[in-house]
């Protein structure tokens, strides 16, 4: 049996890269997606060979990158974005992070992988969008232009970013529009992801309170107890009535204190 794959880890800067519409483009027209796909191959590989890029996988219309230096990457990302300015439907988001990465066989994985993946969609269409962290590394170099976009949180991923826009040989910022409907999108998930754990503790509660009710009541041959009990203390209620209370406030610090 062939042993382990080894892995080797080490830190990259990741860059993903996605085709923008190409599903709605492969279920139109199979073969145009495929050629779609072949002209990317041809045009950005040679490109990131050049910039000392490894491309790991394919992921479907999409490219997992790495390069040892984070300049490279973005210098690759703008090359990339120039080389296919002028090819039909080749419309590109870009995104990159630096952290560390695992690769063991075919496989590249890490957390730091991860974030590069939720700060592509954060990018122009043509653009570049990139992590804090790289900001911060390119950020003594004159040819590098950025602008900050957002802080959002993102799916799945525990570290706080910042996501920065090159903005260097006239690349485009992303519509803020489109950003801040991804941001409502995620907060109204939440609120709603709070909303029904809240209501299902309280259904818990009711019904575990009414079946220990009822057990007691069916002791005591169904006759009245002098003294009731009282399954919420009085400090329960009350933080009870404060959670109610902030939920109704439509505001995602009320919503994340509660």
Do not use: W
């Not at 997606?33 to 479907?60: C, M, S, W």
């Not at 560390?100 to 043509?126: K, Q, T, Y």
């Not at 299902?200 to 107890?225: M, N, P, V």
């Amino acid at each position: 049996m062939p042993g382990k794959p080894q892995i080797e880890r080490k830190l990259a800067a990741i860059m993903f890269t996605d085709i923008v519409d190409f599903t709605s483009i492969a279920s139109t027209n199979e073969q145009y997606a495929i050629d779609l796909l072949q002209k990317q191959r041809n045009t950005l590989f040679p490109i990131i060979e050049k910039y000392n890029g490894i491309v790991h996988k394919e992921l479907g219309d999409g490219l997992l990158v790495s390069f040892n230096l984070t300049s490279e990457s973005v210098q690759c990302a703008i090359a990339m974005q120039k080389s296919i300015k002028d090819i039909k439907d080749l419309n590109l988001r870009i995104g990159i992070h630096e952290g560390e990465i695992a690769i063991g066989g075919n496989d590249v994985l890490g957390d730091d992988v991860n974030v590069a993946s939720r700060i592509e969609p954060f990018s122009a269409v043509g653009g570049v969008s990139i992590s804090g962290r790289v900001q911060q590394n390119i950020s003594s170099n004159p040819d590098f232009k950025t602008q900050f976009i957002v802080k959002p949180n993102l799916k799945g991923v525990s570290q706080e970013i910042s996501i920065f826009a090159i903005i260097s040989e006239n690349l485009p910022l992303p519509d803020m529009s489109t950003i801040n409907a991804k941001i409502d999108k995620s907060n109204k998930f939440k609120k709603e992801i709070l909303l029904s754990t809240t209501f299902g503790i309280l259904l818990f509660l009711s019904i575990f309170y009414f079946s220990d009710f009822s057990s007691d009541s069916h002791q005591a041959g169904f006759l009245k107890s002098k003294n009731k009990k009282q399954f919420f203390s009085e400090e329960n209620q009350n933080m009870i009535s404060k959670i109610d209370s902030l939920l109704l406030i439509n505001d995602n610090e009320s919503v994340e204190l509660a």
